[in-house]
């Protein structure tokens, strides 16, 4: 596609369910970041995927949190038993290569009720 | 560790003044530096980056911004603001080395006034 994708939008979710948010990046690109967006907040930086490798993962706020990216495009977050906390927009990002400027999905919208 | 500063949660503007939005930085080195827009349930948009080079960045819609390595500042500015620049905006920092994810400052809203 012509830019970065998200799926869902939006999403709520029950306290102690567990969620998949789904990201497509441009086609060819290496480098794909996942970050977290709290209200009337900038995005914070969770975990970094080079292909299929995730090469950092230090912004993963508990081992709630999982990533992987199985075949260097797609990539998935999947957070279990969601807790309150853990509502907040999840942008995903993409770019051609290490270094290189990073595109922007349009986040996906998690609610925990 | 980077840092981002954006010390004005809103700035406020009429429609065909100048605009400037602050941001300071703090990062080991030399810095890449950027901005981006948000709107309304949309993803953040890029609008310039500062790698090397002149001082005064160019970038999309208009905006420029200006790098002072001396006071660690990339302040965007508009000549001219439109209504339709009402948005988010977002000052973000990395360093130059490997992959170094972006920080991101809070964000300023700007409000143009028709």
């Known amino acids: 596609g012509a830019g970065v994708s998200q799926s869902p939008r939006y999403k709520v979710a029950k306290r102690g369910q567990d969620v998949a948010l789904r990201c497509d990046p441009i086609s060819g690109h290496v480098s794909l970041f996942w970050y977290q967006q709290a209200l009337g907040q900038g995005p914070e930086f969770l975990t970094y995927f080079q292909n299929e490798a995730q090469l950092d993962k230090s912004g993963l706020p508990s081992d709630r949190f999982f990533a992987e990216r199985p075949e260097g495009s797609v990539s998935t977050l999947k957070i279990q038993r969601t807790q309150q906390e853990d509502s907040a927009v999840y942008l995903c990002?993409?770019?051609?290569?290490?270094?290189?400027?990073?595109?922007f999905g349009p986040g996906t919208r998690l609610t925990v009720l | 560790a980077q840092s981002v500063a954006q010390p004005e949660d809103q700035v406020n503007v009429a429609e065909g003044n100048p605009l400037t939005v602050k941001c300071t930085y703090s990062?080991?080195?030399?810095?890449?530096l950027f901005w981006y827009v948000q709107y309304p349930n949309r993803g953040l948009q890029f609008l310039l980056k500062?790698?090397?080079?002149?001082?005064l960045v160019k970038g999309s819609y208009g905006f420029e911004a200006e790098f002072n390595k001396s006071q660690t500042s990339f302040h965007l500015k508009k000549p001219s603001a439109l209504v339709s620049d009402s948005a988010l905006y977002f000052c973000?920092?990395?360093?130059?080395?490997?992959?170094?994810?972006?920080?991101f400052g809070k964000g300023t809203m700007l409000l143009v006034s028709p």
């Open positions: 990002a993409s770019s051609l290569e290490e270094g290189s400027g990073q595109f």
């Open positions: 973000a920092v990395r360093e130059p080395s490997g992959y170094s994810t972006l920080t």
């Open positions: 500062y790698i090397t080079g002149d001082n």
């Open positions: 990062v080991s080195g030399n810095p890449y």
